[in-house]
């Protein structure tokens, strides 16, 4: 039994919150989804495979290790783990990984033809790091959808550092990051909006 410390309990909250909030939105519909945090010590909490992420407990948060392995005997971590790792591999900086399964992201990931979706003049945009002000656009990189993570992760790995507005895998979701949870949900939160509001335009 790995001991649960005022950090890691700090941690697995931010989890399950982050799990309720997403299933507010409709973002993780059934047992979709994977939410996960990097400690400043450097440890990483994930939710355990399967389950609803509206209805997380600190049990439902595993500890990994950087290569995507849970440390205790006979845990399982989600299936895509290593999407997780990858982006705290890569960023120093990251805290939070959040990864959902929205309505928007899947429809217009299966409708689109360009390899990103590009996200013009919002004034949501300056929600994205390094954005001051909308008048601006950003590419969110569209990926194929893969049962292989591990060669998704290679696919996404040439475009890490240059996706502000996270990422999106065709007809199957996001990937948004940042330094924190707070961070974090609130570039989902921007995302989501945005694509919804491409959505409706394409209505139109
Ligand atoms: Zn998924």
Same mark, same amino acid.
């Given at each position: 039994m790995l001991e649960h410390d005022t950090a890691w309990r700090q941690a697995a909250q931010d989890i399950v919150r982050a799990g309720q909030r997403m299933d507010q939105r409709g973002w993780v519909p059934a047992t979709a989804g994977n939410i996960s945090r990097r400690l400043a010590d450097g440890r990483i909490a994930? =939710? %355990?495979?399967?389950?609803?992420?509206?209805?997380?407990? /600190? #049990?439902?948060?595993? /500890?990994?290790?950087?290569? @995507? %392995?849970? %440390?205790? #005997?006979?845990? %399982?971590?989600?299936? /895509? =783990?290593?999407?997780?790792?990858?982006?705290?591999?890569?960023?120093?900086? !990251? @805290? !939070?990984?959040?990864? @959902?399964h929205s309505v928007a992201a899947t429809v217009l990931s299966m409708a689109a033809t360009a390899p990103a979706i590009r996200l013009t003049d919002y004034e949501v945009l300056k929600v994205f790091e390094g954005q001051k002000t909308h008048a601006t656009s950003i590419d969110v990189p569209i990926f194929d959808n893969d049962q292989d993570i591990a060669r998704l992760a290679t696919a996404v790995a040439p475009f890490l550092g240059k996706m502000p507005g996270g990422y999106v895998i065709r007809g199957h979701g996001v990937y948004v990051w940042g330094p924190d949870m707070p961070t974090a949900l609130a570039r989902l939160e921007g995302l989501e909006f945005l694509l919804a509001c491409e959505l409706e335009r394409r209505k139109q």
């Open positions: 994930i =939710t %355990r495979s399967g389950g609803h992420k509206g209805f997380l407990t /600190e #049990d439902d948060v595993i /500890e990994i290790d950087p290569a @995507g %392995r849970p %440390r205790a #005997d006979g845990q %399982r971590a989600s299936a /895509e =783990t290593l999407l997780h790792t990858q982006i705290y591999a890569h960023d120093p900086r !990251a @805290g !939070a990984v959040l990864h @959902g």
